[in-house]
């Protein structure tokens, strides 16, 4: 019995010191993380505190961002972001400089559906791409429509055909969802969608 009980306790003393050995791995690293979260950290502050830009002329007015973006409060990737810019959307283009990573950065401001905070902000310009006739019809947003075309406020396509268009009293803007034969879904401010042909679609003017 004695003999037993020795054993469970050499046992027990072994799962402890196993776990204790495990805890302290676990706290070393998990401070070790930290440090070099911390040191981050402070390598960002001090890019920040050292912003240097060289405002520069810059031709192009708008700018097609073809993949799923960023634009950032500061020209510091990885710094603050302010709002993703989604696939295949024209940006206008407020102002441009050179920056102490050597890159070009565009001051830009970006379409918004909901609240209309935080959309304008920094993102470099080699995310970007010049809008070209040859890469126009790529655009998903902004697109608009004139005073006047018939909608179609529907949930599916397939509801297009026993429904009745209505009229736009306005010019509206907004966003391509998706393409269903010759209609497109879209989707404008105020969390309003709907369906339209596509050839009543007016896409942004080349340069």
Do not use: H
Not at 3 to 21: A, N, Q, R, Y
Not at 83 to 105: F, G, M, S
Request: net charge neutral.
């Amino acid at each position: 019995m004695k003999k037993s009980l020795l054993v469970l306790i050499f046992l027990l003393s072994i799962v402890v010191s196993i776990t204790g050995c495990s805890n302290q791995t676990n706290l070393n690293s998990r401070i070790q993380t930290l440090e070099n979260e911390n040191k981050e950290l402070y390598m960002k502050l001090d890019q920040v505190n050292t912003v240097s830009m060289l405002f520069q002329d810059y031709k192009d007015k708008q700018r097609l961002v073809l993949k799923e973006s960023q634009i950032y409060v500061l020209p510091i990737q990885g710094l603050v972001q302010l709002r993703p810019i989604e696939p295949n959307t024209v940006i206008q283009v407020l102002d441009a400089a050179q920056c102490q990573d050597q890159q070009l950065w565009l001051y830009v401001s970006i379409p918004v559906y909901d609240t209309p905070i935080n959309f304008k902000g920094w993102i470099p310009e080699s995310e970007t791409i010049k809008l070209t006739k040859d890469n126009i019809k790529q655009v998903q947003g902004d697109v608009y429509l004139k005073e006047g075309t018939p909608i179609y406020e529907v949930i599916g396509f397939n509801d297009i055909s026993s429904s009745t268009s209505t009229k736009i009293t306005n010019e509206i803007r907004g966003r391509i969802l998706k393409r269903e034969g010759s209609f497109v879904n879209l989707m404008s401010p105020g969390g309003r969608d709907f369906w339209v042909d596509e050839k009543y679609l007016i896409f942004p003017k080349v340069e």
